[in-house]
């Protein structure tokens, strides 16, 4: 898949997983921080976001703290799959 | 002693009981057995905070929110409940079996706990004082209105947000209907009370009170309380009958008794024992064709009690059971059962 | 106003089925947690460490002589403590019954232990419908009720962790205004898919016995059990054994996070002050914390810099959860017999698993058994939701 097909695709999933009703994918920028000042998610989200890792794209990150690392935003996030997504 | 004031109410119901536009007149109808609370838009809630809310919080937080507006921080928020954040509960289940244990995401479980109404108001309000969720089921509210009444005893000068939430959803209403709480039949709310099946139609709502020990502004007065386990029509009535000798004065009589009836077989003869405690002077009304039944309804009643003590709201028609000659509502009895075992009686007046 | 004692306890844990058995593990160092303890149908079975009660829930309705359908394992465990805590007290059948008898309790599992069965239930196998009416939280203290016919005020809280902590307090509030004279009060969790799924995708638990304080902890464990306490007017109680007083309480919210508490630790500290000024004490009056000490990174940091924030010079403190696992519901009344019988006994617990303090904060928890001079103990729960209890005993 296109790097830039599969930020969008993740934007729509980020959307639907975490019921960020409010927003649409073009509200959501490709170096936008996910969390602190940005999208503003918070802690429960990113152990969310770890879960729909797995369910969406096989990769399966164990610890917490690593995903925060992957989950700063979705260039980040995209990298991230393209290199360990398994699926 | 068992009472307080209250200074201001709100309620999100199945019926137009919120916001700008009260209307009681106009009955909403129920749907498939069931009355669904009419949502407002909830302006308050920026940006994505509704997304965390299961249905309970949001309607208990939608509720409460204009009470806390206009006012000082309250010294506590009790909170009665029994089945909020099933629906997210119900979520995480499904995860659970769907997935068979693995990778579950916790957002369904942390929105479950029935706790997170009370929690969610203090988080929103930076509210760090007493915080405490009942879950006695058919007596969670009365359970929290004994709690604000002590809190006040306690803390003499304090004001407090009392609540009582319930919410619908596919896993509370699948069991109770499996366990014969709610009809199997179809039945609309208008023609509840003529069914002469078990089972009562399923309900929703938030209804919240600021309260205090402070008579001015005050809109209406609980004067007392009792909670009664049995099953036992007579036992019932020989306490309520003593309930209502010890806390209404000499000559005076409940103007209008407002009753949980609901439809359901199994527990009219606790509702007719009760009505033949009074004489043609009180009239006597029913509810839950408004609010549906549910463990918390009797919060329902007393919004209605406030408003139609202080005559901000007046009592429709379709509430009439039986016309008395009572010409004002002074003193307003509720009683009202759940699943039959559990009672409760609540006391509300004017202020004196 | 009359002191309010304890004059009856009943507990039942991963480390014994009465008080006599968990204080013997608790004097012996012994814990409870263990991983396949065989009761607990899971996937995470044997794979995570568990508090588990070892003692089958068909051999609980047998030994409590329960022959109703739809009695989950919550209540079951409840009612052998409440048995237990009964007897101890030797309240009569007339007592039970009274108008000014209480009972409350206190649950977070509550029938949800039967999750696979709740599941069936509701995607449309009506066969199982043995516990159709017991899933709530409710029906346990119900069940309780109707076997002993208890009239007087009955009623179940959840506040997640802090749950039982609140039931107690309640039940002084009720002797106090007049409400009860005497009061049951605890509170009973069993292991459920439903909690441990959940709390696993919190990513809290750990997968190795939980270590309460110590700076590589990775998080909690689960665990199972009940505890109850009868309180009674002091003057009531002539001719009892009195264990100890119930000398203060506090509740606070800490309104900072649904599941994890605030850095400066507002809830923890303004609960635990709040009890003290409602017994009348000042922080150096405390000899001893039973410390709500999960073993996850953020409850053992707040709490510490908590109880730092209160205390000039912090008490001997344990966290006794490396014995119980997390009994959540029932965990702070399991603690609050724990904290009693360090009174009763005049000895400290040790506090499990512990070997390097928390860096930049350095507590250090009581490590050994020990005799102590004991006075004054605080018992302290912080639960989801922000609800921050605090419990004070005394020596009477």
């Not at chain 3, 009239?151 to 007049?178: D, E, F, H, W």
Request: negative net charge.
């Amino acid at each position: 898949m296109e790097t830039t097909e599969l930020k969008e695709k993740l934007k729509v999933q980020i959307i639907q997983f975490l019921n960020l009703t409010d927003l649409t994918p073009a509200d959501i920028k490709d170096e936008e921080p996910l969390f602190g000042d940005g999208l503003g998610l918070d802690s429960i989200d990113s152990l969310e976001l770890i879960v729909l890792l797995k369910r969406e794209y096989g990769i399966n990150i164990q610890d917490p703290k690593e995903g925060r690392k992957v989950l700063v935003d979705i260039n980040t996030m995209a990298a991230y799959i393209e290199q360990n997504g398994q699926k | 002693m068992m009472k307080f004031y209250i200074h201001k109410t709100t309620c999100i119901s199945p019926q137009q009981t919120f916001g700008d536009n009260i209307n009681i007149e106009t009955l909403h109808p129920s749907v498939d057995n069931k009355l669904y609370a009419i949502e407002p838009a909830y302006p308050q809630f920026k940006g994505n905070a509704l997304r965390r809310m299961s249905k309970s919080t949001r309607i208990g937080s939608g509720a409460a929110l204009p009470l806390l507006a206009e006012a000082a921080q309250p010294d506590g928020i009790i909170i009665g409940t029994q089945v909020s954040g099933m629906e997210e509960n119900g979520k995480f289940l499904n995860q659970i079996i769907e997935y068979n244990e693995d990778m579950l995401t916790p957002g369904s479980f942390v929105q479950g706990t029935p706790n997170t109404i009370s929690s969610q108001i203090a988080l929103i309000s930076n509210n760090k004082n007493y915080n405490l969720t009942h879950v006695h089921r058919g007596l969670a509210f009365e359970n929290a209105v004994i709690d604000v009444a002590m809190l006040l005893n306690e803390n003499p000068q304090s004001n407090y947000l009392l609540g009582g939430v319930d919410e619908i959803s596919f896993n509370n209403y699948t069991l109770d209907t499996l366990a014969g709480w709610f009809k199997k039949e179809d039945c609309l709310n208008s023609d509840m009370y003529n069914s002469v099946t078990d089972g009562s139609l399923s309900g929703e709502g938030a209804a919240m009170f600021m309260v205090g020990d402070d008579k001015q502004n005050a809109i209406a007065q609980l004067k007392a309380i009792t909670t009664i386990h049995s099953a036992d029509v007579e036992v019932i009535r020989i306490r309520i009958k003593k309930f209502l000798e010890e806390n209404l004065a000499d000559g005076e009589k409940a103007d209008l008794l407002l009753t949980g009836e609901n439809g359901d077989k199994r527990s009219l003869p606790f509702y007719t024992s009760f009505d033949s405690l009074f004489d043609n002077y009180t009239t006597i009304a029913r509810f839950k064709h408004m609010c549906g039944e549910y463990p918390t309804a009797s919060s329902f009643a007393l919004w209605l009690a406030c408003n139609f003590v202080s005559g901000e709201l007046t009592m429709p028609q379709h509430m009439v059971k039986q016309q008395g000659t009572a010409t004002d509502f002074k003193n307003i009895l509720i009683y009202n059962t759940h699943k039959v075992g559990q009672h409760g009686c609540m006391l509300v007046s004017v202020p004196a | 106003m009359d002191r309010i004692v304890v004059t009856g306890i009943g507990v039942i844990s991963a480390i014994g089925h009465s008080v006599a058995e968990n204080h013997t593990a608790l004097v012996q160092g012994k814990t409870g947690i263990i991983k396949g303890g065989g009761n607990f149908p899971s996937r995470y079975s044997g794979i995570l460490p568990f508090g588990e009660v070892l003692i089958g829930t068909e051999e609980l309705k047998t030994k409590l002589g329960v022959t109703e359908p739809g009695v989950t394992r919550t209540t079951l465990l409840a009612l052998h403590a409440f048995n237990e805590a009964i007897a101890d007290a030797k309240l009569t059948q007339n007592q039970l019954t009274a108008a000014d008898t209480a009972l409350v309790g206190a649950t977070t599992v509550g029938g949800m232990c039967l999750t696979d069965e709740l599941y069936a239930n509701t995607h449309g196998d009506a066969e199982n419908i043995e516990y159709v009416k017991s899933f709530d939280y409710a029906s346990v203290n119900l069940y309780i009720q109707t076997r002993y016919g208890i009239t007087g005020v009955i009623n179940t809280m959840n506040t997640a962790c802090s749950s039982s902590a609140n039931a107690i307090m309640y039940g002084c509030r009720l002797i106090k205004s007049g409400l009860a004279n005497r009061v049951i009060v605890g509170g009973a969790d069993s292991l459920a898919k439903f909690t441990v799924n959940g709390f696993n995708a919190l990513r809290i638990l750990s997968d190795e016995a939980c270590t309460p304080f110590d700076q590589n902890r990775k998080g909690l464990n689960l665990g199972e059990g009940a505890a109850f306490l009868v309180l009674e007017k002091e003057a009531d109680a002539a001719g009892k054994k009195i264990y100890a007083e119930v000398s203060g309480y506090g509740n606070a919210n800490d309104a900072y996070h649904p599941s994890s508490l605030s850095p400066e630790g507002d809830g923890p500290y303004l609960a635990m002050k709040n009890a003290l000024d409602n017994a009348g004490l000042k922080p150096a009056d405390i000899d001893f914390i039973n410390a709500h000490g999960t073993g996850t990174e953020n409850n053992d940091e707040v709490e510490s810099r908590a109880m730092l924030r209160l205390f000039d010079s912090l008490p001997d403190f344990v966290s006794t959860k490396g014995f119980t696992g997390h009994v959540l519901g029932a965990a702070s009344a399991i603690e609050a017999a724990y904290s009693i019988l360090n009174i009763d006994r005049q000895e400290l617990y040790p506090n499990l698993n512990f070997k390097e303090p928390i860096a930049g904060i350095g507590l250090q928890p009581v490590g050994v058994y020990k005799a102590a001079a004991i006075k004054h103990v605080m018992s302290n729960s912080f639960g989801f939701g922000g609800n921050c209890t605090s419990l004070i005993f005394s020596k009477v």
